[in-house]
């Protein structure tokens, strides 16, 4: 019997779901098939790589020296499919993801038509949701991957940033704002905001500025909150308030001249789009060349 990466694989996640019965899970395979897996990587090296017991599992010594090396092969594996997507211009398949409100709406449309001329046999199926719920499906197996507008610190994803935003101070046309050049916190904060709902990545990121900077949002005068950039454009655009957004999210207000984007003095909303998956997961080739597409410097041009 030949040592296989895909025995390598279903042990480092026995490993690090610390259960055969969640690493079945994480999988997609029965828990006897990972059993027997794991005990012929166990044949092959002549040693027990856990000790099981009828609560849990733990590694052995050979396994705890295995693990860096399985882990090791799982990255190669990863780095292969990223460096050889390129070429797999005539790769079949669907591509299933989750994508946050900003990301679903107003970035990907522009990006799929080219991502479709350069990969014409892979079809795109996108649920659109916000980031605490694209991580929850994530961690429930119920999708692949991910496109989240914040950082995710979670100990069995993994974050790789792939693109480039920045929010900015969204206004009206005639806003008491719209012509001022200098925009001061403390000139911001005396006008009523309509924001992104808590758990949103577009929040987060503004929160985040805000406490790195020492300012205190809260006293910004939030009448609204809601679940989608649309509405919130809607809401600005009657007047209820103003809104920090991504810029690429208002592009048609701005060229009809309803909005005005601003800046506020010293303060940057840059930003990355992130994609998130498990550690445990091997995204498939359609998955690599979108991310390998999506990281792409050129991009800009098409947002």
């Known amino acids: 019997m030949a040592l296989n990466f895909h025995q390598l694989h279903i042990f480092f ?7 055969f019965s969640h690493a079945a ?13 794991v005990q012929s990587l166990e044949d092959y090296f002549g040693v027990k790589l856990f000790h099981r017991s009828t609560k849990k599992i733990e590694l ?27 070429f ?14 900003t990301m679903g709406e107003y970035i990907l449309p522009r990006l799929l038509g080219p991502f479709g001329k350069d990969y014409p046999n892979i079809s795109v199926s996108m649920k659109v949701m916000n980031t605490t719920q694209i991580l929850d499906e994530v961690l429930g197996h119920q999708l692949n991957f991910g496109l989240v507008e914040a950082p995710i610190h979670h100990p069995d994803v993994h974050t790789e940033a792939i693109l ?27 006008y009523p905001f309509v924001l992104r ?15 790195r900077r020492n300012m205190d949002y809260n006293s910004m005068k939030i009448i609204m909150e809601l679940g989608s950039t649309g509405a919130i454009k809607s809401a600005v655009e009657a007047g209820l308030g103003i809104s920090i957004l991504s810029q690429s999210s208002v ?12 800046r506020i003095e ?38």
Do not use: W
């Open 25 to 37: 899970a994480a999988l997609h395979m029965t828990q006897p098939a990972v059993t027997m897996q």
């Open 164 to 190: 480039n935003d920045e929010l900015k101070l969204i206004v009206p046309s005639d806003h008491p704002l719209a012509d001022m050049d200098v925009i001061t916190f403390e000139e911001a904060m005396k």
């Open 197 to 211: 709902e808590q758990g949103s990545g577009t929040r987060q990121v503004m929160e985040e500025e805000f406490a």
């Open 88 to 101: 797999t211009k005539m790769i079949e398949g669907r591509l299933q993801l989750g994508a946050s409100l």
């Open 251 to 262: 592009k048609h207000e701005i060229t009809l001249g309803l909005f005005k984007v601003k």
């Open 60 to 86: 052995s010594e050979a396994g705890r020296t295995l693990l860096p090396f399985a882990k090791r092969s799982i990255e190669l594996i990863r780095e292969t499919d990223v460096g050889m997507s390129i």
């Open 13 to 19: 996640t026995v490993a690090e779901k610390g259960s």
């Open 266 to 303: 010293n303060i940057s909303f840059a930003r990355n789009f992130y994609a998130i998956y498990l550690n445990s997961t091997l995204l498939p080739i359609s998955a690599v060349s979108f991310m390998t597409f999506l990281r792409q410097d050129n991009l800009s041009r098409l947002l």
